[in-house]
């Protein structure tokens, strides 16, 4: 795989101006942890609803109208087009401002924006799938793509953690996913508590013990800054190369393609040449702001 593999543009959802939002309603509001909540909306114009793609990894901008726009990825796989999913931490105005909205209300939403997994680099290969708290969000749109495409792909690997059980998002795929005899399912926490009883330790030393084979496989990593940073070398050290290893990068996007140069690490805009990396291209950033 070469870096233009994974870093080439997909369409712009471009149904005229790109910087001009189309209304979605939300409507339904799920409560993964007392400050983490999903989404779930459609477009209030069906045929737009209906004309609407995009693939796994992509972000859009979403805007509470008075308060401000913030990015998030799609976190809804495109295999299951009911309704479209994004997750949201509350950090700051714009977030507080989502968390206050109920079933009904009305967002902009533009997008989708910046480039997605490679499908095909990874068909026909053992994956494994690495996350960390809301890291989850972006990873789980490729799990129900790769599950809803079984044939496709070998052995899948998910190993899952949080700081506490708590704190443990998606709790529902995390059932769906441990029920799937197809699928080897390992969630941690850094903190048990008495009710919990599953595995403890952070997601690095889990993963180091799973130890999955680098054989054919590809690991995609997402999580807080610092199990990234730890992620790589034990992924290293179990074989997997800089190219078997891919991430999905987040940071403040503004215009989300490629203008303003909110987003850029390095010499590279993660809103226009990712979000999705592979650790080759960003291993050098990796230590010194991921
Ligand atoms: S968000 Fe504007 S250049 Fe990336």
Redesign the pocket.
Known sequence: MTATDISHRKKFFALGNVYLPHIVVIEKIIEETPGVRTFHFNFKDKKLGKEFSFESGQFGQYSVFGIGEA?FCISSSPTRRDHLEFTAQRVGRVTNALHRLGAGAELGFRGPYGNSFPLDFLKSKNLVFVGGGIGLAPLRSLIWNVIDNRNKYKKIDIIYGARSPADLCFKYDLDAWGKDKTVNMVTTVDKGDDTWKGKVGVVPKILEEVAPSAREAVAIVCGPPIMIRFTFPVLEKLGFTPKQMLTTLE??????????????IGNI????DGPVFSYAQIKNFVSSEY
């Open positions: 990015p940071k403040r996007m503004k215009c989300g393609i490629g203008k303003c140069g909110r987003c850029n805009y993660v809103c226009r």
